[in-house]
């Protein structure tokens, strides 16, 4: 599976959209772009995932840059609860997926 | 269930004893994972199940640990002669399967906090 790379913390004012870069030059026509987080002393969460075309659910949305190189993750409106580690995977097998160190994003009030 | 469940939530066990850790998924996910976090760093993949079988044990971080799945269900990660490296929370996750038509990813249980003292 191709590599990320995310910032290792960020910061954002509570009740503004906070915006989650990831880098993934070398992923592959067939991996997916997967989102979770995890909040402290929690199992990681499922935000949601893409393969090219932008995507939005109740938690989030999803950009993702034509060449697919790089997303970005939008919380839109954050609360002082979306303070976590937010991981950006790509997958195209089977096996598991494959957690990188994450972003600490840190809402502040 | 209506979520995936890992028993027991905490354990503390002496060095060099052995301990069982159980996962069950949700109803009707045939994918099963397992992961290990150590305390302040990112998730350790182990192994995982389709069905019955686990196509690839390479992860296991060495002959010490065993998993076993049984109907499909249940899960048990076994920890032989338990060493203090050992400690950390395991975290179990279940999905539909294990191919790409399990679009909503998996779902975690809550994990076992092994401490080994």
């Known amino acids: 599976d191709a590599k990320t790379t995310q910032p290792p913390s960020m910061d954002c004012a509570e009740g503004r959209a906070a915006n989650l870069p990831c880098n993934h030059s070398?992923?592959?026509?067939?991996?997916?772009v997967y989102w979770y987080r995890q909040i402290h002393s929690q199992g990681p969460q499922y935000i949601i995932h893409?393969?090219?075309n932008n995507e939005t659910n109740e938690m989030a949305s999803l950009i993702i840059t034509e060449d697919r190189k790089s997303s970005t993750l939008i919380l839109p409106h954050a609360t002082l609860r979306d303070t976590a580690v937010y991981y950006c995977?790509?997958?195209?097998?089977?096996?598991?997926?494959?957690f990188g160190k994450g972003t600490h994003l840190i809402i502040q009030p | 269930g209506a979520g995936v469940s890992q028993s027991p939530s905490n354990k503390v066990t002496e060095k060099g004893k052995d301990v069982e850790l159980r996962c069950d998924p949700i109803?009707?996910?045939?994918?099963l994972y397992w992961y290990r976090q150590s305390l302040g760093q990112g998730l350790e993949f182990l192994i995982y199940?389709?069905?019955?079988?686990?196509?690839?044990k390479s992860g296991l971080p060495s002959d010490r640990f065993s998993a076993e799945r049984t109907g499909g269900s249940v899960s048990t990660l076994t920890i032989q002669r338990t060493q203090q490296e050992d400690s950390a929370v395991y975290l179990c996750?279940?999905?539909?399967?294990?191919?790409?038509?399990?679009?909503?990813?998996?779902?975690f249980g809550s994990g076992t906090r092994l401490t080994v003292v």
């Open positions: 893409g393969l090219k």
């Open positions: 070398t992923i592959s026509g067939n991996e997916y």
């Open positions: 995977i790509v997958r195209g097998g089977a096996d598991g997926l494959t």
């Open positions: 199940f389709q069905g019955n079988s686990a196509p690839d």
């Open positions: 996750a279940s999905s539909l399967d294990a191919g790409r038509r399990a679009m909503n990813g998996y779902t």
């Open positions: 109803s009707g996910h045939t994918a």
